[in-house]
Nanobody, 119 residues
């Protein structure tokens, strides 16, 4: 069972920066891809950014420029750097990983970390 644990959330002032981390219980090189999602109150969970095993990245169009996803295979970690935070970035941020097992794609989720942007 893959376990993902997020950390780094908290209260940040508008315009500030934040770094989120996701620790995986096994080698992230075995994953098809990893990603960050977020869910604001009353809204659906949405993709923030995604990174494949080969290092290819893609971002939600509306978030390009302020969010940077990265990973460290040696440490089994994934990161999300966020700059120029806005109140609308307030959400629970989730780490996700997809893994092929027996020809089927499985998705795993972390428990989430709260990010609140407020003065």
């Amino acid at each position: 069972q893959v376990q993902l644990v997020e950390s780094g959330g908290g209260l940040v002032q508008p315009g500030g920066s934040l770094s989120l981390s996701c620790a995986a219980s096994e080698s992230i090189g075995s994953f098809n891809a990893m990603g960050w999602y977020r869910q604001a109150p009353g809204k659906q969970r949405e993709l923030v950014a995604r990174i494949t095993t080969g290092g290819s990245t893609n971002y939600a169009d509306s978030l390009k420029g302020r969010f940077t996803i990265s990973s460290d295979n040696a440490k089994n970690m994934m990161y999300l750097q966020v700059t120029t935070l806005k109140p609308e970035d307030t959400a629970v941020y989730y780490c996700s990983a997809t893994l092929f097992i027996g020809g089927e794609l499985y998705r795993y989720w972390g428990q989430g970390t709260q990010v609140t942007v407020s003065s």
